[in-house]
């Protein structure tokens, strides 16, 4: 039984942001204030734009152009992805991620000649999480894919 003191969100966060694709995130946001003024903001304040609730998501037009904050936040996303891949398999894996003026596109890594993981985006103006820990499940769960392709075929990813 759970104590009831402790709201299981909190732990869910906590566990979240202890995730080493959540910290890589952070370790990429945290790189780009060149002022400082993210520095006494918690990991968990700085990843607030990345949640959007079901209500959030409603309010958004299906369709719309997406704005310069949400291709930074995709784009990180994606960087946190590949370095996270760097750093349990030694091998760098490079995003190239292409998108419209309309919201949709495609996203690859590579390492070498091969195509670690590739990904159609759709919807981009709405691109968000519920909650921290299913931004960590999606994170992690992309970085297991490639390290598994990886590991399938070691000799064209040295190539």
Known sequence: ?????????????????????????????????????????????????????????????????PDPDVLWRLDKY?????????????????????????GFGRVLFTTGRLVVLSKTLRDVHRFGFETLLKLATAGTKLVDDGIAVIEAFPHVALA
């Open 1 to 65: 039984m759970s104590d009831p003191a402790i709201p299981p969100a909190v732990t869910e966060d906590e566990a979240a942001l202890c995730t080493p694709f959540v910290k890589c995130l952070v370790r990429l946001i945290r790189a780009q204030d060149s002022y400082g003024s993210w520095e006494r903001k918690a990991d968990a304040e700085l990843l607030g734009d990345f949640i959007i609730t079901k209500e959030q998501r409603r309010a958004i037009p299906i369709i719309g152009d």
């Open 78 to 102: 994606y960087a946190a992805i590949g370095l996270a891949i760097e750093e349990r398999c030694g091998l760098m894996a490079s995003p190239m991620i292409q998108v419209s003026h309309e």
